[in-house]
């Protein structure tokens, strides 16, 4: 199963998460991304604006490739890859 790992701020979001190694099924990187939200509930409210596409502050990698496809989140998940979830931080 693919594994996901994501930047440690967003574990202020989403406490049940943190210390967690987290699986899911393979597919489609909005599969993923939904199956996260099962375990964590406004998840992808998060990560994904009104549309279901990647909101403009945040990036998905698989392994070391950026994900190409931010509005129907087709890019594909296989069983031995990493999706990494990264979210800006901004402030000044």
Known sequence: ?????????LYRFFPQLEN?????PSGSVAEVLHG???????????ILDERGAMRRHVKLCINDTIVIDRKALSDRVQEE????????????
């Open 1 to 9: 199963m693919p594994t996901v790992k994501m930047t440690s701020h």
């Open 81 to 92: 890859d990493t999706l990494f979830i990264f979210q800006a931080l901004s402030g000044g």
């Open 20 to 24: 967690q190694v987290i699986t899911l």
């Open 36 to 46: 996260i939200n099962e375990l964590a509930p406004g998840f992808t409210d998060y």
